[in-house]
């Protein structure tokens, strides 16, 4: 779902336009952002750091 055509009931405004502090709520409600609360750039430097983590693991233990 969109809030792209929702009207808040507070201000009467398009939720999308975040007139008020019910409508930014909401928006930011509805527009999750990432994976478990994280951004998109934090789960790419997570999976790259957990890769690392694992390549010097195998390198340690004599890799493959």
């Keep these: ?3 792209q055509h929702l009207v808040c009931a507070q201000c ?3 939720v999308i336009e975040g007139r ?3 409508c ?4 930011e409600r509805m527009h ?3 994976f478990a609360g994280l ?3 934090a789960l790419v ?3 790259l750091v957990v890769l690392l983590f694992a390549a ?3 390198r340690h233990l004599g890799g493959l």
Excluded: E
């Design 20 to 22: 008020c502090s019910l």
């Design 1 to 3: 779902m969109s809030c």
């Design 56 to 58: 010097l693991a195998l």
């Design 39 to 41: 951004s998109p750039a």
């Design 24 to 27: 930014r709520a909401n928006r």
């Design 12 to 14: 009467a405004h398009p």
């Design 45 to 47: 430097v997570t999976l």
């Design 32 to 34: 999750g952002h990432g």
